[in-house]
């Protein structure tokens, strides 16, 4: 599963959350509220019911009692008059207290003041029909009575009602609490399986890209030897994880395949260079024995010059001349078998130089390959830094969420602070009441329980979201660190492709300069040919000038001709020599730029043994 799938996972779950506090806020408190409200309304309405029938009967028993001390009609009126608004209350509070605990009093009631009714209407019975000391005699003793009875049904009535109030409202108090408690642990279990999910995903996120960028710090300083820890996941991090694998087995095989490159080069430069030594040596003794081919050169023409001068001295002459010419000639043989040496040597340098240049090409081929390695480690380490923002993105949103609903929390602890100062309120009116308000201020003293708890829970509740803010605030700082040890390791694989695109270049210069001394060896092998060729024909004009002495030897009469081709044959040896003189030098020249281009290559190799010297295989 992907980063961001678990994110959104994490966001829909504190959203479902959301929603099901929301529905569950949304049903049960309109339905406490309703039920409060109604229970308050019914207690309240009741009560003043019963203090306006306790005034009205007062009021009626007044009037009667005016009535039968002064006999005026109008208190007689106002009696009446009270009696039918008595009536109405009667019935009312009968009505009202259907099914509810003050039920029997309410009858009671109603049957106290029929049994009042009745006794006041014989009493003005009595007073009507002229006998107004029967009609007080008879209020005084059974009126009495049901004043009595009358009063204190009013009284127990007023004692249930204000009683079902207290109790109305200490069930919806409990009810309300039970609410109260399931909100506090739906948005407790909310905010914990929200934070633990976000600190979970943020330690492991940041965990894992902690192991990368150690891993490329220590492959950075030089040891392949690192173990990664294998990636079974399908997500970005893992993904890092394999291509991370990829290239440290990659940068293993370059390095040894480089190392092996190396060691090739420089075994080839020593053998280079002392092939160079060799062929110095041999350009050397060629010049040496060249200058004796020179001298025993000028000797015969001296000799042929004085042939013709002195007769006496000319079999001593030719004796000499075919005694140098058979010096010239074992020396042409000498000469000859070092130039077929060099000629030997310069072939192995130059089988010596294709093989060297085929291994720096097989050396190019493999760090170029190392340096695309780089370059896919970088983009996936480019990859990471996206998805890392893109998780700091979702984090910023839910931070966002959580001050909205600390918003919300806010909003419910000042309808809790309104809804305390209207109980309160509430309570001083009751108070106000006296006897009748007692069951009203219960109601409002629960009501501002109520309030009071609604406003500790949303502290707890404003409490949570903190503790999540500063979660969230936490797991941003991890991403932040994630991303610094990214950029490091983004860092490090860039020093590594210095590396190798500093290895490529070292590579082209030393193709450069394997060109260069293929090149010398190729021209050093035609010189080689050539100087061949110029010994074949100094031994063919040793053999012409040997086979003209032994001439001279047997017929005194070309004497003077045979001179004359000695000098001839010695004038064509000094100039082959020169020819032969220029071209080893020539070698030797040669001989220099292929020791100065061995000694740049042996200098080229070990700056790439010191540069792949620093990395460990393990």
């Known amino acids: 599963m992907g980063i961001k799938t678990r994110i959104i996972l994490v966001f829909i779950v504190m959203i479902a959350m959301l929603v099901a506090l929301s529905f569950i806020s949304s049903r049960q408190i309109p339905e406490v509220t309703a039920v409060v409200k109604e229970e308050f309304a019914a207690a309240r309405l009741t009560t003043l019911h019963a203090y306006q029938l306790s005034k009205v009967v007062a ?65 003005i019975a009595l007073m009507q029909a002229g006998d107004r000391d029967g009609a ?31 109790d ?27 934070l633990i999910a976000a600190v979970l995903n943020a330690r492991g996120i940041s965990r894992r890209l902690g192991q990368i960028a150690s891993v490329m710090q220590v492959m ?37 395949q480089v190392a092996e490159l190396a060691e090739q080069v420089a075994a080839s430069s020593q053998e280079l260079s002392a092939t160079s030594d060799e062929a110095s040596r041999a350009v050397t ?12 050169s000028e000797e015969q023409a001296a000799y042929a010059r004085d042939t013709g001068t002195t007769a006496s001295q000319l079999r001593t002459a030719v004796t000499e001349l075919a005694m140098g010419a058979e010096n010239e000639a074992r020396s042409v043989q000498e000469t000859l078998e070092f130039v077929r040496q060099l000629d030997s040597a310069v072939q192995r340098v130059a089988s010596s130089v294709s093989s060297l240049f085929d291994a720096s090409n097989g050396m190019q081929e493999a760090a170029a390959s190392g340096d695309e390695t780089v370059q896919k480690t970088m983009m996936g380490m480019e990859k990471i830094v996206a998805v890392t923002d893109k998780i700091g993105q979702h984090l910023m949103s839910l931070a966002s969420h959580s001050e909205r609903i600390g918003e919300i929390v806010g909003l419910i602890s000042d309808i809790a602070e309104q809804t305390n100062l209207l109980a309160l309120n509430a309570a001083i009116e009751a108070a106000r009441a006296g006897e009748h308000g007692r069951g009203f201020a219960v109601v409002a003293d629960e009501v501002r329980k109520l309030s009071e708890q ?14 999540i803010q500063t979660s969230i605030q936490g797991a941003v700082s991890s991403m932040g660190e994630g991303k610094a040890v990214v950029a490091d390791g983004m860092s490090l694989a860039g020093d ?59 017929s005194s009469a070309s004497v003077q001709e045979a001179a004359e081709k000695g000098v001839a044959k010695a004038q064509e040896i000094a100039t082959a020599i020169g ?15 292929i020791a100065k281009a061995a000694q740049n290559l042996a200098q080229m190799a070990q700056e790439l043994v010191s540069q792949i010297s620093r990395f460990r295989e393990g």
């Open 454 to 467: 609604s406003a500790v829970s949303a502290k707890e509740i404003a409490s949570l979201i903190q503790s």
């Open 285 to 296: 003794q060629i010049t040496a024995e060249l200058q004796v081919v020179a001298n025993s």
């Open 136 to 166: 007080l005699q008879y209020m005084l003793s059974s009126g009495k009575n049901s004043e009595a009875m009358l009063d204190w049904a009013i009284s127990e009535f007023s004692r249930l009602a204000d009683a079902g109030a207290v």
């Open 168 to 194: 109305a409202a200490s069930k919806a108090a409990v009810r309300a609490r039970e609410t109260q408690k399931v909100l506090e642990i739906a948005t407790a279990s909310a905010a914990c399986v929200v």
């Open 496 to 554: 590594t492709r210095n590396a190798l695109t500093r290895i490529i270049q070292a590579i082209s210069i030393t193709n450069e300069e394997i060109h260069r001394v293929s090149g010398a060896v190729q021209e050093i092998a035609n010189v080689s040919t050539q100087v061949s060729k110029r010994m074949d024909e100094v031994a063919s004009v040793i053999e012409e000038t040997t086979a003209a002495s032994e001439q001279m030897a047997s």
């Open 579 to 593: 020819n032969i003189s220029a071209s080893s030098q020539e070698i030797a020249s040669s001989s220099q730029e």
């Open 59 to 123: 009021a009626e028993r007044f009037a009667a009692a005016c009535y039968f001390y002064t006999g005026e009609q109008s208190y007689l009126d106002q009696f009446l008059t009270g009696s039918r608004e008595a009536e109405n209350l009667v019935e009312m509070v009968v009505s009202e207290s259907a099914g509810k605990p003050c039920e029997k009093a309410a009858k009671e009631i109603q049957t106290a003041w029929a049994q009042y009714k009745s006794s006041v209407e014989q009493a």
């Open 220 to 256: 950075a300083a030089g040891d392949l030897s690192v173990k990664i820890p294998e990636a079974r996941g399908k997500d970005e991090i893992s993904s890092a994880f394999r291509a991370l694998e990829s290239m440290r087995m990659q940068l293993k095989e370059l390095i040894t």
